[in-house]
């Protein structure tokens, strides 16, 4: 894990204890440093949560969530960089949408993935064809999240 995962990690759990910074919609948000090296994220045990950097390769602002999210407060359609360090339990995946309360096209991100640079374009809202932003890019437009059972067309 990069010098810069492993403090962001410790920023954001001072934040989490000290319950510093709540901004909206349960969202957790911190300045992220933008120093480091790249890393595998999987080397850092799971801690049950969905981040979200501003700027790619964890850079920007940081937010993070253990429960679904209706609004995405200052990472809504801010990010460009997702990781999914969630634990392995039923509801492990999560479903990415491009509108609030759950609403419009998303992707899916399985546990233990990581999509450090949204901004390349390679990652995609393909699940709900037909619905608002299907098939645009994830960057930039992440507005609510759900925690799901497993990744799937539907």
Known sequence: MS?????????VAAASL????VPAAGANALEAGSQGTATAKSVQAADGRLYAWTDPHGRGTVCF??????????CRNAASDI?????????????????PNGG??????????SWPDLTTHQYRFTYGEGLEHFGHTVNDDISSHRWVDFCSQG
């Open 83 to 99: 990781w999914n360090n969630g634990y392995a339990t039923r509801f492990d995946a999560v479903d990415l949408y491009t509108a």
């Open 18 to 21: 000290a319950m510093l910074v």
């Open 104 to 113: 419009g096209a998303h992707a899916c991100i399985s546990r233990g993935d």
């Open 65 to 74: 969530w253990t429960v679904n999210a209706d609004n995405w407060g200052p």
């Open 3 to 11: 010098i810069k995962r492993v403090s962001t990690l410790a920023a």
